[in-house]
């Protein structure tokens, strides 16, 4: 299945690619047990829930057979024991944390997620300037697959993150400006259908070393696609 972006470009869905030059995969770490409905941001010690643990598995096991270099995960609980899993049919590696793709800093963090429904999922807008914006993401990320990309060239690597991470660096590798307003609405741009899912994984292909090459994309949720 394929679906257009603003520049043409053509975002695959239902694969894992194989065959571009340099493969990052970002995968959206799983479910997190949250009983109180907490906005839990960059706060310590939300874990993955039981349904986290089937869907960490799942994306575990759509990622088994595949040639992996590294495994990356941001700093947080949720994506470290999200990235276990996946570790579990690699074991010839070794976690490594990165702080660049770890969960965007936010005022909102410790406050009732309806707060946040209110605003559309919108973290940004009207927040003091200590706190992220997209561009902010945007550089920290970029600076994370450009030394990927440097020291993995050729390789597949597995980088295990948050959800606002992975849809701005969609955005930005489809053409589209980094604004909470295109947040807002990314499932009606003809980019993919959904926010990227909990634990799916969304793969940057770069066809070249060119240092500012814009990947193509491949988006693959193991929920739909692993059963197909």
Known sequence: MFQGSQGG??????????????????????SVHNPSNIF????????????GGLEAARTALALKDLTIEE?????????????VEILKYHRSLKLRRS?????????????????????????????????????????RVQKF?????????????????????????VLWA???????YYKERFTTLGILEEYPATSSITTFCYSTDKKDERP????????IHLSR
């Open 9 to 30: 470009q053509m975002i695959q869905t239902g694969i894992i690619p194989q065959h571009a030059v340099t493969r990052i995969s970002l995968v959206r770490h799983a």
């Open 145 to 169: 697959l450009s030394r990927t990309r440097r020291t993995c060239s050729g390789k597949h690597v597995v980088a295990v993150t948050h959800g606002d991470v992975i849809l701005f660096m």
């Open 40 to 51: 839990y941001g960059r706060l310590p010690g939300f874990s993955i829930s039981k349904k």
């Open 99 to 139: 702080r660049l793709i770890t969960e965007v800093l936010t005022p909102f963090q410790g406050k009732s997620s309806e707060v946040v429904d209110l605003r559309a999922g919108d973290v940004y807008t009207g927040v003091d300037s200590k706190y992220e914006q997209p561009e902010d993401i945007l550089l």
């Open 71 to 83: 495994i990356v995960s941001s700093p947080l609980l949720r994506c470290r024991q999200t990235a």
């Open 216 to 223: 193509s994309i491949a988006y693959f949720n193991p929920t």
């Open 174 to 180: 489809s053409g589209f400006p980094l604004t909470p």
